[in-house]
């Protein structure tokens, strides 16, 4: 071997061209909140990978790579954050090559159901359209139920209203890729159209001072009650409701006050209706009873009438007695007169529905025409310088005597009347002033009589 001699080796590396890497992911889907992996997958001398979202390296707590940076992790995904796109870059020291951009589809919710643009409240007969809506990717899965009972697997619901359609409404979103599930319901409530309501009484008669009530009787969703009494709203003391508002009670009736008319009124969210006026028939009286339109004292032959008047509702019945015994059952009782027809009259006023009776009293004399008086005397023989007396002598109803002497009314202190004026004392005889005639007269209201000429022969 010569001297200064070297040996020298060349190690020699050869490297063929990357294939394109393509993106394989841990999953078949990706859900919001959970993690997710994606792996460069690519084969030949790859030296190094690299990832980029959006065009720029990884960064991030919630990013993970695994140490030869192959795979790439991200926890607990949001649909905003993490949908990319992604590309894996592969290299060696000659060659380099990326994969098709890799944008994730996240799926997420259903968030939040909302059941939107629909009121709480219909009419029978109108169209209902409950929409429900709800975020969610893929498009969440809709199941709508009343009461519990499916009825319909879509977004939108409608029906033409009844009543059989009120009740509670859910709607139910579901995504089968995230396995989320959220509920919202809905009240609807259906109002029918109120039939016309009536007044029902508590009693068959309405009677003064008693207390009294009304009943608005009606069928159907009525959540209010309302009454009017000559058009306007109930008020006083004395008028009480029910705490429903449906009965009306009126303490202590009064005639003028309470007669009405009365009016309930019925009504729902959506309709409205009236009964027909009711007025208010009060009973009352009789009030006091009083004989009117005639005299105490009548002739025998002539026409007694007598009436009785008592205000009461309805009129009342009329009972009348002469001396306690019943003479009539009318309001006016007539008869011509005669003796036995004097007495006591009492008019009975009575109210079968009030069960009040007032009663009036009314005293009748009767007069028959006198029969013609005549003059006795106290002795057989008038004798001068002695007393003399004469009486009025008639039978009948006599309210008064009076004497005349030669056709005067007797003065002078030596003549005397009984207290009744029934008798005349002549006091010391005279044969010259004394020998009359005289007469006696008898009267009463309506009759009067005179004595024949009666002369004194003084002895």
């Given at each position: 071997?010569?001297?200064?001699?070297?040996?020298?080796?060349?190690?020699?590396?050869?490297?063929?061209?990357?294939?394109?890497?393509?993106?394989?992911?841990?999953?078949?889907?990706?859900?919001?909140?959970?993690?997710?992996?994606?792996?460069?997958?690519?084969?030949?001398?790859?030296?190094?990978?690299?990832?980029?979202?959006?065009?720029?390296?990884?960064?991030?707590?919630?990013?993970?790579?695994?140490?030869?940076?192959?795979?790439?992790?991200?926890?607990?995904?949001?649909?905003?954050?993490?949908?990319?796109?992604?590309?894996?870059?592969?290299?060696?020291?000659?060659?380099?090559?990326?994969?098709?951009?890799?944008?994730?589809?996240?799926?997420?919710?259903?968030?939040?159901?909302?059941?939107?643009?629909?009121?709480?409240?219909?009419?029978?007969?109108?169209?209902?359209?409950?929409?429900?809506?709800?975020?969610?990717?893929?498009?969440?899965?809709?199941?709508?139920?009343?009461?519990?009972?499916?009825?319909?697997?879509?977004?939108?619901?409608?029906?033409?209203?009844?009543?059989?359609?009120?009740?509670?409404?859910?709607?139910?979103?579901?995504?089968?890729?995230?396995?989320?599930?959220?509920?919202?319901?809905?009240?609807?409530?259906?109002?029918?159209?109120?039939?016309?309501?009536?007044?029902?009484?508590?009693?068959?008669?309405?009677?003064?001072?008693?207390?009294?009530?009304?009943?608005?009787?009606?069928?159907?969703?009525?959540?209010?009650?309302?009454?009017?009494?000559?058009?306007?709203?109930?008020?006083?003391?004395?008028?009480?409701?029910?705490?429903?508002?449906?009965?009306?009670?009126?303490?202590?009736?009064?005639?003028?006050?309470?007669?009405?008319?009365?009016?309930?009124?019925?009504?729902?969210?959506?309709?409205?209706?009236?009964?027909?006026?009711?007025?208010?028939?009060?009973?009352?009286?009789?009030?006091?009873?009083?004989?009117?339109?005639?005299?105490?004292?009548?002739?025998?032959?002539?026409?007694?009438?007598?009436?009785?008047?008592?205000?009461?509702?309805p009129a009342a019945q009329f009972t009348w007695l002469q001396n306690g015994q019943p003479v009539s059952n009318s309001a006016t009782f007539s008869i011509i007169a005669s003796l036995s027809d004097a007495g006591t009259y009492t008019c009975t006023a009575s109210n079968l529905f009030t069960g009040l009776t007032r009663t009036a009293t009314k005293n009748i004399t009767i007069y028959a025409p006198l029969s013609k008086p005549t003059i006795v005397t106290s002795n057989i023989t008038a004798v001068e310088t002695k007393e003399f007396s004469l009486t009025c002598q008639a039978t009948g109803q006599i309210h008064a005597y009076q004497w005349f002497i030669n056709g005067v009314a007797p003065a002078g202190r030596r003549l005397q009347l009984s207290p009744d004026r029934?008798?005349?004392?002549?006091?010391?005889?005279?044969?010259?002033?004394?020998?009359?005639?005289?007469?006696?007269?008898?009267?009463?209201?309506?009759?009067?009589?005179?004595?024949?000429?009666?002369?004194?022969?003084?002895?």
């Open positions: 071997m010569k001297k200064n001699q070297h040996s020298h080796f060349l190690s020699i590396l050869c490297t063929a061209p990357l294939s394109k890497p393509t993106i394989v992911t841990s999953n078949n889907t990706a859900v919001e909140t959970k993690d997710f992996s994606m792996t460069c997958n690519a084969t030949g001398q790859i030296h190094a990978y690299q990832w980029f979202i959006n065009g720029v390296a990884p960064a991030g707590h919630r990013i993970q790579l695994s140490p030869d940076r192959r795979t790439l992790t991200l926890r607990s995904l949001t649909r905003f954050d993490n949908k990319g796109p992604y590309v894996c870059e592969i290299e060696n020291p000659l060659f380099r090559d990326r994969s098709d951009p890799f944008p994730l589809n996240v799926t997420y919710g259903p968030d939040i159901a909302t059941i939107v643009r629909s009121a709480g409240v219909y009419p029978t007969g109108v169209n209902i359209t409950l929409s429900c809506v709800a975020d969610s990717n893929p498009p969440a899965q809709f199941t709508w139920l009343q009461n519990g009972q499916s009825v319909s697997n879509s977004a939108i619901f409608s029906v033409i209203s009844s009543l059989n359609h009120a009740g509670t409404y859910t709607c139910i979103v579901s995504n089968s890729f995230t396995g989320l599930t959220h509920t919202a319901t809905k009240n609807i409530i259906i109002y029918a159209p109120l039939s016309k309501p009536t007044i029902i009484t508590s009693n068959n008669t309405a009677v003064e001072t008693k207390d009294f009530s009304m009943t608005c009787n009606a069928t159907g969703q009525i959540p209010a009650y309302r009454w009017f009494i000559n058009g306007l709203a109930p008020g006083g003391n004395r008028i009480q409701l029910s705490p429903d508002k449906r009965t009306l009670t009126i303490r202590s009736l009064r005639r003028t006050e309470n007669k009405g008319p009365y009016v309930c009124e019925i009504e729902n969210p959506l309709f409205r209706n009236r009964s027909d006026p009711f007025p208010l028939n009060v009973t009352y009286g009789p009030d006091i009873a009083t004989i009117v339109h005639s005299a105490d004292e009548y002739p025998t032959g002539a026409n007694i009438t007598l009436s009785c008047v008592a205000d009461s509702n029934r008798t005349l004392t002549l006091r010391r005889l005279t044969r010259r002033y004394n020998k009359g005639p005289y007469e006696c007269k008898i009267r009463n209201p309506f009759y009067s009589n005179r004595s024949d000429p009666f002369t004194l022969d003084v002895a």
